[in-house]
């Protein structure tokens, strides 16, 4: 039985949630998502919160009740008050810059790497190092944080790269130096 799933969803003032064809429709002050559920699970709204249950007791439908749970309550968390993704820019002449709706990083390649933001994130780059990224959907922003950290993953040597902000890198030794 999944415990997640059991939970409700508080609805807060100012957030509308509505269920149509299958389709979850959430609006609040910062924005409106939508998301497709699966079939294996019901929606009851009222009372100002949503509840979920289960048609049947397979185990996709189990596992997919706490994850149905997990995302609407992302949902009216972001349309309230919008998740966030903070990147870190580490290296000698690593920096990067926001012009318009695409992100400029120079990360030691021979050229700076434009990035286009997709509709729906707002960036704000702080002293040319610090990345904070800001959307509704919690999916989206993670994504966009996950591409930008691929143009250049934190080598293990120096550190040099693009982290997350609370990632801690496992640092590794060099060479010792003595040979025979």
Do not use: C, W
Not at 85 to 99: F, M, N, S
Request: charged content about 25%; aromatic content about 4%; glycine content about 12%.
């Amino acid at each position: 039985m999944s415990r997640v799933g059991l939970k409700g969803i508080a609805v807060p003032s100012g957030v509308s949630v509505s269920f149509k064809e299958s389709i979850l429709y959430v609006k609040g002050p910062k924005g409106e998502i939508h998301r497709a559920l699966p079939a294996q699970i019901s929606v009851n709204i009222g009372g100002g919160e949503v509840t979920l249950s289960r048609v049947d007791d397979t185990p996709m439908s189990k596992s997919l009740h706490g994850l149905t749970r997990s995302e609407i309550y992302n949902m009216v968390v972001g349309v309230t008050q919008k998740h966030e993704k903070v990147l870190e820019v580490t290296g000698v002449g690593y920096r990067a810059a926001l012009q318009g709706r695409a992100l400029s990083l120079s990360l030691g390649y021979s050229h700076p790497i434009q990035y286009s933001l997709p509709d729906g994130i707002e960036a704000t780059v702080d002293k040319q190092v610090a990345i904070t990224l800001k959307g509704v959907d919690k999916r989206q922003v993670g994504q966009v944080a996950a591409d930008i950290r691929a143009f250049r993953v934190p080598e293990p040597y120096k550190g040099k790269g693009v982290k997350y902000q609370n990632e801690q890198i496992v640092r590794k030794e060099g060479k010792s130096g003595k040979q025979k």
